[in-house]
């Protein structure tokens, strides 16, 4: 993957940031990466990361400023400033607001604002409610045109049985196939 403007979009998933860190890194080396952060992304203090310390990484890693309001995020459909969009991760929440065309965070304007010069979107799952609430949406969103999966699994079936995250590393793979119009299978590992 050379030469492509990919949005990435990051909602608060927390414990999947440590994953998502060294995605970013890879594809910042080829590509230009343009950080799109939700609300709570963006200004929430976890035990993970405080937020501040996280945003700090996100833009050395992209080398861009992040998107944080719904009015930056805009532009990006009329510009066409991605060629790709991933949203990693990316939570239930995020999943319902997608399925049913809900545009209240940065990150769902950019997805917006993306899809609708028909270029891919790609979505990393990360939700506890994925084979519970959650379930409609991402059967919802797998009949979309232009929305893509990354691969992903089951992370705790004893403690969290309707928990599933998306394989991360298997981002790149994802959007290679995504750019081509085709679907990384299996999307449920």
């Keep these: 993957m050379t030469d492509r403007t990919i949005g990435i979009g990051i909602c608060g998933s927390f414990c999947t940031f440590s994953q998502i860190l060294p995605v970013i890194e890879r594809l910042a080396k080829y590509n230009t990466v343009i950080p799109v952060l939700s609300d709570a992304a963006y200004s929430t ?16 890693l992209c080398k861009h400023k992040i998107i944080h309001t ?12 991605f060629d790709a969009m991933v949203i990693a991760p990316c939570t239930g929440n ?3 607001k997608l399925n049913h065309g809900i545009t209240d965070t940065p990150v769902l304007m950019a997805a917006k604002a993306h899809i609708r010069n028909d270029r891919p979107l790609i979505l990393a799952v990360s939700t506890n409610d994925a084979l519970g609430a959650a379930a409609q949406n991402i059967g919802g969103l797998l009949n979309r045109r232009n929305v893509y999966f990354v691969p992903f699994s089951q992370d705790d079936h004893e403690k969290k049985p309707r928990s599933m995250v998306a394989r991360m590393g298997l981002i790149e793979n994802t959007i290679e196939l995504a750019l081509k119009g085709e679907q990384i299978e299996p999307i449920i590992l």
């Excluded at 203090?45 to 310390?53: C, I, L, M, P």
């Excluded at 719904?70 to 400033?81: D, F």
Aim: glycine share 4%; aromatic share 10%; charged share 40%.
């Design 45 to 60: 203090d976890t035990r993970f990361y405080k937020a501040e310390d996280f945003r700090a990484e996100v833009e050395r």
């Design 70 to 81: 719904i009015v930056e995020a805009e532009p990006i459909g009329p510009r066409k400033m």
């Design 94 to 96: 995020t999943l319902a």
